[in-house]
């Protein structure tokens, strides 16, 4: 159930890649992958806007992660955030100490379409940089998931690890090749693609617009995760407009809100050239 | 105008107020674009809380609006070129509408056009939806038979628009809103006041401006936008106190109002009634707690409303 | 206007620039009334850092300005009615001026008056005093001979300011400093350029209020005051982005600089140079920072600083 | 030497009294009573300004308090404040952790004119609420001092403990009578008040005034420290003034700026209509 509430910080540590894991004691259910949450830093009006996470884990009472059951939607008594330091909003998030109280506004947004819905029980993940966060939840779901992530560097790839309990095989490539394979994770979903292969997607917006261009191509089906600047993350405000192709365009026109009707999408109803 | 504020005993407070015929439970309503349809927010908090609620500005035609980015973020504040992305006239009264039929609080329309014709021929349109019970004028519209110069800053031009919506219809209540980006606001507050307005809403957005550095380039699709937010409410409340100088009319504050003390500044300056704006990003509830809260100030000071407002006291 | 921007290589910046003969070695100043007399911040930063230093407005006879409360925070704002309290321009002369001989970096002189003639005849006394290099015209003051409408939002009465002021001088550059509170920031470009002005700051303080609810009464002690800050970067940016299209003359960007990110927003929308003002509140030394900032700034991007200037990349 | 500068927090937690005592590793030298510092969290814009606090106590290099010597100006390795919880600001300082920083700027201000530059060694302190800052480094440096400590309840009076191992003889009183007398702390100040009495006063304005006022009848001298909204602390906004009375006004007129040219003025300089 979509709310606003407030949430007291569990813990707010520095991963090995640098990424931090935020953990809420929050009770929520209605969680799917790719889900995300509007927070903010309570009695602070600058920066004004919430900054958007997507949902990374659920927690269970004692702040563990929860081992993971192959349910959707998923509910739990706290939720983990996984996020980069960024700029002035990611960096006040980052000094939050457990104890501490955010607000936060969600769950938001459609999340990915589950594969059993799309009549299969295998996907291929694509997930670059922070895109891994909406595929953990995602790999719980599948019977045998396939994770494709792109990583910067050996730091980066460290968290690849967090998957080793799930019923999902994982690739990895570094830009740099010191772990995995050496070069972008395009070239790894190039292996693996065929013609009846689901793709997931989550990464940058040049990633995106690579495994939208190859699954097409391929014959196959892929679903993405946008991006976009944020004020309301509830459709209202009309700001995070993404275009989408004239022949997919509804009765309300060639503009969907990527908060409110995304952030998953179809690849194919994305007019790219006006991402990147 | 008419009043309605009755103090009552026993904790109970009255808080409505008549503004000129239209009735509102109390003081504070939504501004328009920062509260969709109003039905968006029904998973935080309760619509009945309000006064009323006015929805996302109407145009004769759906419009997509501007090129992204649209927003930007600023001290206190954020930037704004959304370009009046709307479904149209028709498309609310047939799809949305209906759904705002029962909801316990009255529905104000923002309507906005390129022509003064656009502007009677949507308020036209909605005189005949009992549902909707006045229309707000986004006068902060560039008019294109002038030359793209906004309505809003010409008295001449702002008067021609209220008067002739005013004629179109007789049903609805008209307030005016109009833009900050003025060098003397009581000229624009009288102008559209003898254009035959009921009541006039003030401020909308500030013009403003933001550049990534490291792009050199806007961060607005539109190079400039409109500024909204806590950072512009001394300009808003300064605006209000000096319209309120002058106006006959009710005068409704906007602007910044992010907390009861916000809304308090502009109902003691002078405003019959608040609109909450971009506050409702900070939280979707805020609308909400505003109400509230002035409740709370009326009860703990023990005021009516009406003795409330415009009651600074001045040197 | 003439320029003298070389980018020297091996990390020698040279962001020296030109204001039609007024020769900065860089394009950061302290916006007046912000930085008192400048020998105040000699024990925070080196005042030679900067391209000059704006003094606190000087008026023919010295004043007191207005009774407390002066200033008010608002969010990421502040309102200041300080009323012009100064010295008187003879004071200055005599005693601030001699202080001021040894400092290297140039003093330009922030003046007001309450008619045309007084504007002169301050002008007059410091076209004697070396020390000054440019008089800065704060046209946002009331005009009394005219009912007290602010000469700064009427184009006529402020050229009239201007081309008297100018005519009155010959050594002295002449800035004039425009306020926000128009309609058309273009206009009022115009009509000052063509009264001579040697080049243009904007902006002033945009007309701002805040109320004490508990007490119901004004936050300042004059009701309405100047809102600064960090809040009202986007609109200042906005203006002089809109005057950058039609001067001709170099435009200095003033309103809410406090880091070189922000400047650096002015110069790539067009502005020649910038002012430090609030921001030497919230830290003394914040206007030596923006200086190096913008130094490091062009290192990084191997630019000079006329390269830098009005480099937006506009859709 | 007046700076601006970043100092760490040593300790930042509530006392008996509700008051906050707020330790920070400062080098500073030059401190004197009636001192302030314009404080403020770094990275943060809203509030925008800084918050004016007095000097309260010097610490040494463990960031315990120093023992007092008879010296002035006193130098150490940190300072100590000790402030009241009122609004955001004070709120917003109220959050600080040991190990964060702040920025500050001082020592500001006057201070109070010592005794012996005064011809004297002794002197009656008065000292309402928050207004015992000044005097405990005051206290210090008498050799006969006397204190009169005004608190509303017997919380507020726990602070005078502060004050033991001082050279000074400390009175109470209490507006609820539940610690010393009972009553206003000029009550006790009439009982101690001669001609020859050297005043001084810091705490609500009417206090002030009427401790002025009383010192002026006895034919006493009196200094008092006065607060006023400040923006820049250095006297260069003009935000500050103090209305002086006309037969003390000097060339630059009858105003005089509270931050730079007090806090702490001879009382009988003061206007004080303007003020209260
Ligand atoms: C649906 C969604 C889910 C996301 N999930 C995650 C996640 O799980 N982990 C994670 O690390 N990041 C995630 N992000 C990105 C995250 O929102 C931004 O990194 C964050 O808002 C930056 O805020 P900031 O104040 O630190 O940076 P700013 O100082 O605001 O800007 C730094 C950079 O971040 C970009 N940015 C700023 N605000 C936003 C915004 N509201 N939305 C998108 N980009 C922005 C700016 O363009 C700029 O390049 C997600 C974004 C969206 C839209
Ligand atoms: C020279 C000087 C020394 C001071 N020393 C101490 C001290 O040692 N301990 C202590 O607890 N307090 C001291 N104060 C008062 C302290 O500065 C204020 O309590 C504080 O600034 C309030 O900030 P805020 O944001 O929490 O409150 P706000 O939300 O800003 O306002 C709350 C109340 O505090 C008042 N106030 C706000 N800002 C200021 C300001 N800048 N100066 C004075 N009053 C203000 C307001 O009028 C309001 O009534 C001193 C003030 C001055 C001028
Ligand atoms: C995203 C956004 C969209 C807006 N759309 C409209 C609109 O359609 N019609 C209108 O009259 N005002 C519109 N406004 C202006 C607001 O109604 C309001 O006047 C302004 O934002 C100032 O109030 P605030 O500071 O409380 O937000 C919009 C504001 C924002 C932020
Ligand atoms: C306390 C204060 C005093 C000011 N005094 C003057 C003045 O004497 N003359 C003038 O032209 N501008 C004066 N200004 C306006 C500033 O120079 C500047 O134009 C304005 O504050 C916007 O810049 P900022 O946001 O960087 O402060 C004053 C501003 C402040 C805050
Ligand atoms: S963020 Fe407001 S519509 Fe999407
Ligand atoms: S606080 Fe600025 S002059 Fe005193």
Same mark, same amino acid.
């Given at each position: ?276 | ?137 986004? /006068?902060?519209?560039?008019?294109? @038979? ?5 309505? &809003? *800053?010409?008295? %001449?031009?702002?008067?021609? +628009? ?69 950072? /512009?409410?001394?300009?808003?409340? @300064? ?5 309120? &100088? *002058?106006?006959? %009319?009710?005068?409704?504050? +906007? ?61």
């Amino acid at each position: 159930m979509k709310a606003f509430s407030r949430a007291t910080v569990l813990y707010n540590r520095e991963s090995e890649c640098g990424a931090r894991r935020l953990g809420l004691k929050l009770k929520a259910d209605g969680l799917r992958p790719g889900h995300f949450f509007m927070l903010r830093s309570p009695n602070t009006i600058d920066p004004l806007l919430s900054r958007p996470l997507g949902l990374y884990r659920v927690l269970d009472a004692a702040g563990e992660v929860l081992p993971v059951k192959r349910q959707s939607p998923f509910s739990g008594e706290g939720i983990e955030f996984l996020y980069n330091v960024v700029g002035r909003g990611t960096t006040l998030l980052s000094e939050k100490q457990p104890g501490d109280e955010l607000q936060l506004l969600g769950p938001l947004g459609n999340g990915f379409p589950l594969p059993q819905d799309l009549g299969t029980d295998k996907a291929i993940m694509v997930g670059g940089g922070m895109g891994i966060v909406p595929f953990y939840l995602m790999a719980a779901l599948l019977k045998d998931g396939l994770f494709l992530f792109g990583a910067r560097g050996a730091a980066d790839a460290a968290l690849a690890e967090d998957f080793s309990g799930l019923p999902c095989r994982v690739e990895v490539s570094t830009e740099d090749g010191s772990v995995g394979a050496k070069g972008l994770v395009t070239a790894l979903l190039a292996r693996e693609l065929t013609p009846d292969s689901l793709v997931y997607a989550c990464g940058p917006p040049a990633m995106l617009k690579a495994v939208a261009a190859m699954a097409a191509s391929a014959g196959a089906r892929s679903y993405v995760s946008l991006e976009k600047t944020m004020a309301c993350g509830i459709g209202v405000c009309l700001g995070c407009a993404v275009k989408i192709k004239a022949e997919h365009a509804g009765a309300r026109g060639q503009l969907k809100m990527v908060c409110s009707e995304g952030p998953v999408f179809d690849s194919v109803t994305i007019d790219w050239d006006d991402i990147c | 105008m008419s009043e309605k504020n009755l103090h009552i005993k026993e904790n109970k407070i009255d808080s409505s107020v008549s503004l000129g015929g239209l009735n509102l439970k109390n003081p504070v309503m939504t501004a328009s674009g920062t509260f969709g349809y109003g039905l968006e927010f029904t998973p935080f908090m309760d619509l009945a809380s309000l006064g009323a609620i006015i929805v996302k500005g109407l145009s004769l035609k759906p419009r997509c609006g501007n090129p992204a980015p649209r927003i930007a973020e600023t001290p206190c504040g954020m930037l704004n070129a959304i370009g009046l992305q709307n479904i149209g006239v028709d498309a609310f009264i047939s799809d949305k509408l209906p759904l705002l039929a029962d909801i316990d609080t009255h529905v104000i329309a923002n309507i906005f056009g390129e022509t003064v014709e656009q502007y009677c021929e949507v308020a036209r349109r909605l005189e005949d939806c009992e549902t909707v019970k006045a229309v707000e004028i986004n /006068i902060s519209c560039p008019n294109v @038979k002038r030359g793209g110069i906004v309505f &809003g *800053v010409d008295p %001449v031009e702002a008067a021609k +628009v209220v008067s002739t919506v005013k004629k179109s219809v007789k049903r609805l209540h008209v307030m005016t809103k109009l833009s900050p980006n003025v060098t003397d606001i009581k000229v624009m507050v009288r102008a559209v006041e003898e254009a035959g307005t009921d009541s006039i809403s003030l401020i909308n957005t500030l013009s403003g401006m933001a550049v990534d550095v490291e792009k050199r380039s806007p961060r607005l699709g539109t190079v400039t936008g409109g500024l909204s937010g806590p950072a /512009i409410r001394p300009v808003a409340l @300064k605006m209000l106190w000096e319209a309120a &100088g *002058v106006a006959a %009319v009710p005068l409704i504050g +906007v602007g910044g109002i992010t907390t009861t003390r916000d809304a308090l500044e502009f109902i003691i300056a002078g405003a019959a009634a608040v609109q909450v704006g971009t506050a409702s990003f900070m939280d979707p509830s805020a609308s909400q707690s505003v109400a509230h809260g002035i409740d709370d100030y009326l009860k703990r000071h023990s005021m009516t409303l009406s003795e409330l407002r415009g009651s600074l006291s001045t040197p």
